[in-house]
C-alpha cells in the first residue's frame, strides 16, 4: 500500500522566514505534485514533478523531488501572509490515481 | 473555460435520503475523480473514469456510485446517506490517467 507522509502537518512561522515541508512516500514512483488549499477553497495545482532531481520554482516556493530517497521538499523562501494555506503533496499510485498526504497547514504570521 | 464545476455547492441531508452530485470539466479531458475530504485525512479517492465509457473503484467505494454520462460529466450517487458520509466532496479531471489534476469547487455535504 502507498503512504504518503507530510512533514510537519501544522507551521506557524514569521514573515520573512524559511522554512521546509518534506513528503515521503513508501512506494516507487517518477511521479509527485503539490496542491495548495486555502480554507473553504478547492485544490490549487503548484508544481508537477517527473523525474528524479526534478526542481520547480514559483516565487517563494521551490519543490524538488529525490525518488531513490523517495522524497520531496517545498521550501518556502522569506515567507509572506499570503502563502498562508494548505499545501498536500500527492503521488501515482499504480498509475491510476494519486495518493494525497494529510496536508501541511501553514500559517505566517507578521 | 470554466474548468470543473460542481453541484450543489452546499446539501444537508437525513439519513438515508438519496442524492446525486453533479460533476462536468470544459477541458475535454479522458479522465474523471470523485475524492472525499475530511478532516485531517487528506483527500481519499472514491470513484474514476479512465476514459468514457469506464468506471472503477477507488479507496473507498463503499455506500456510493457513479456514472460517467459522456465525456465532460460524471456523477456522485448516494443511495441512502449516512452521518458518516458527511464530507467535502472533490471531482476533478485530467487529460489522462495520473496527470495533473484539475479540482472543481467542492460540495460540503452534511447528513443529520
Known amino acids: 500500500e502507498l503512504k504518503v507522509e507530510q512533514n510537519p502537518l501544522f507551521l506557524s512561522m514569521q514573515e520573512g522566514k524559511n522554512y521546509t515541508i518534506y513528503c515521503n512516500y513508501s512506494t516507487t514512483s517518477d511521479r509527485l505534485y503539490w496542491y495548495r488549499q486555502d480554507p473553504g477553497k478547492s485544490l490549487e495545482s503548484l508544481f508537477v514533478l517527473l523525474s528524479n532531481g526534478a526542481v520547480k520554482q514559483e516565487g517563494r516556493l521551490m519543490a524538488s523531488l529525490d525518488t531513490k530517497a523517495r522524497l520531496s521538499t517545498l521550501h518556502i523562501t522569506a515567507a509572506v501572509h499570503d502563502l498562508s494555506a494548505t499545501y498536500f503533496c500527492?503521488?501515482?499510485?499504480?498509475?491510476?490515481?494519486?495518493?494525497f498526504g494529510k496536508g501541511t497547514s501553514l500559517l505566517v504570521t507578521p | 473555460n470554466a474548468g470543473v464545476t460542481q453541484t450543489p455547492k452546499f446539501q444537508v441531508l437525513k439519513t438515508g435520503q438519496s442524492m446525486t452530485l453533479q460533476c462536468a470539466q470544459d477541458?475535454?479531458?479522458?479522465?474523471m475523480y470523485w475524492y472525499r475530504q475530511d478532516p485531517g485525512m487528506g483527500l481519499r479517492l472514491i470513484y474514476y473514469s479512465a476514459s468514457e465509457g469506464t468506471t472503477d473503484k477507488g479507496e473507498v467505494p463503499n455506500g456510493y456510485n457513479v456514472s460517467r454520462l459522456n465525456k465532460r460529466e460524471f456523477s456522485l450517487r448516494l443511495e441512502s446517506a449516512a452521518p458518516s458520509q458527511t464530507s467535502v466532496y472533490f471531482c476533478?479531471?485530467?487529460?489522462?490517467?495520473?496527470?495533473?489534476?484539475?479540482f472543481g469547487p467542492g460540495t460540503r455535504l452534511t447528513v443529520l
Open positions: 477541458m475535454n479531458h479522458n479522465s
Open positions: 500527492a503521488v501515482d499510485r499504480a498509475g491510476y490515481a494519486l495518493n
Open positions: 476533478a479531471s485530467s487529460p489522462i490517467l495520473v496527470t495533473e489534476q484539475f
